[in-house]
């Protein structure tokens, strides 16, 4: 158990879409903070959607102050080009905790699915059922229905959250 709460960011990174969770994590369990599916608009050039993703991520870090964050790291598609361009925001992202000597905790897609489910090929429902069991999530301000991608950036943070220091890297 930790003796002092730690807040961790959790990211689903994204081009067009980037899920981001902060979550608190205390003794008496976790709590989230913050969620949202940040998107950017297709009409906008490519370095300008960059630049939006991190300005957000920063916005998020200056906002709630983690000491951590955990980030899925790429899945390679057969869209080499969508990858391509996931990689470079996912950079990005990562620049952003470098600037705030955020401890990063990177897990691939079958690590979080274990983590949260216990079964490392759980589908997106599965993925949702279990996060909405571990974690209380209001419903959102607008009414609107979750994306996926939030799911994801708290399936991260519960993920962190649940791991050991030692799978971190400082940077």
Same mark, same amino acid.
């Given at each position: 158990m930790f003796s002092k709460n730690q807040t961790i960011l959790g990211i689903d990174p994204g081009? /067009?879409?980037v899920g981001i969770a902060v979550i608190e994590k205390s003794n008496r369990g976790e709590k989230l903070i913050y969620s949202e599916c940040f998107e950017t608009d297709g009409k906008l050039s490519h370095l300008k959607r960059l630049l939006l993703i991190g300005e957000k991520v920063r916005k998020v870090i200056e906002k709630y102050q983690p000491q951590k964050m955990a980030i899925e790291t790429l899945l390679w598609s057969k869209n080499k080009k969508t990858a391509l361009q996931v990689a470079e925001a996912r950079g990005v992202i990562l620049l952003e905790a470098a600037r705030y000597g955020l401890l990063v905790c990177e897990y691939n897609p079958n690590q979080i699915k274990l983590a949260i489910t216990g079964y490392g090929k759980s589908d997106k429902k599965q993925i949702i059922s279990m996060v909405e069991k571990l974690?209380?999530?209001?419903?959102?301000?607008? /009414?609107?229905?979750?994306?996926?991608?939030?799911?994801?950036?708290?399936?991260?943070?519960?993920?962190?959250a649940a791991i050991s220091l030692s799978? /971190?890297?400082l940077v």
């Open positions: 081009y /067009g879409r974690i209380k999530i209001s419903p959102s301000a607008a /009414g609107q229905k979750r994306h996926d991608d939030e799911y994801d950036a708290i399936a991260a943070a519960l993920t962190c799978t /971190g890297m």
